[in-house]
């Protein structure tokens, strides 16, 4: 099983960057995806997360500001991020848990996003 995680960079405040993340070796529609974050020094936090069926949810400090989309034919889920903010600076990191088996959850090797002027 890999999660490969591409898109990570540095970009300056009020920009923006689109993390993906290609899933292989699972079916990927039985899997609910999350995007986490870990900022140095700082445990790492969820961002956002989208069950296999859709439904949505965002930490409150992204609302409005960072979108999640999956495509299931490519096997893919996105972490499209705007209006990006010096504390956005983190390495994000995708995770998939098997929708009736829980305990098969995968996560990214991570990408690293830094907000910088």
């Known amino acids: 099983v890999t999660l490969a995680e591409s898109g990570g960079g540095l970009v300056q405040p009020g920009g923006s960057l689109r993390l993906s993340c290609a899933a292989s070796?699972?079916?990927?529609?039985?899997?609910?995806v999350a995007w986490y974050r870990q900022a140095p020094g700082k445990e790492r936090e969820l961002v956002a997360s989208?069950?296999?069926?859709?439904?949505?949810t965002y930490a409150d400090y992204v609302k409005g500001r960072f979108t999640i989309s999956r495509d299931n034919t490519k096997e893919t889920h996105s972490l499209q991020m705007n209006s990006l903010e010096p504390s956005d600076t983190a390495v994000y990191y995708c995770?998939?848990?098997?929708?009736?088996?829980?305990?098969?959850?995968?996560w990214g090797q991570g990408a690293q996003v830094t907000v910088s002027s």
């Open positions: 070796g699972i079916i990927f529609h039985l899997y609910d």
């Open positions: 995770q998939c848990q098997h929708v009736f088996f829980p305990k098969y959850v995968y």
């Open positions: 989208e069950k296999n069926f859709g439904n949505k």
